[in-house]
């Protein structure tokens, strides 16, 4: 029985798939990046959003065109003027190259006035685009630039959840103070690192 092993070969192995491991970690940080950022402005909790964006981010949305740290107060000021509001970002693509990587998502939000949906209240309904560049700082993904693209928004008259629907657990408003709330991360705020 021959037991010679090639150590070369397997060294290379070794690396090889240390590479593939170190590269599917960065693209689930990156995307958990992407998943605190809607769950921050769904609960309210500024906290998480600041281990979203890194303070000199390049923001431009439109009506907001400036910096990570300007950028995030007013975002939970918009966000607190909304009863109800949910944000989701999906079909992200990522193209990782080293410690910088492209990243587009596509967006979709509802939110409504009141806290509650009896009477029905208007859903609005925004969908788009975030054009992303994350940068990977002192081992930390973040955001260092983003273009949020409109593509249309859309009202309707939502159902009114009495009758039949009243038994299914409804949000409500939420925050963090909610009974409901988890804050499900352990990143840190990314405030105070430089480029």
Known sequence: MNTTVDVNALVQRIERLERELARHR?????QDVLTRYSRALDWLDADMLSTVFFDDAEIDYGFFKG?????????????????????FTGQVKIDLQGDVAEVEGYNI??????AASVPPANLSHFYGYYLDRFARRN???GIVRRKFMLLSTTSILET???????????TGSTSTAHPDYRRLTSAP?????GS
């Open 26 to 30: 960065d693209l689930i940080e990156i």
């Open 67 to 87: 910096s990570g740290r300007d950028f995030q107060p007013l975002l939970m000021q918009i966000e607190h003027s909304v009863g109800r509001r949910w944000h």
């Open 109 to 114: 939000t509802f939110s409504a006035e009141p």
């Open 139 to 141: 081992g930390r993904w």
């Open 160 to 170: 009114q959840t009495d009758g039949p629907l009243s038994v299914i657990n409804l």
């Open 189 to 193: 705020s990314l405030r105070g690192i």
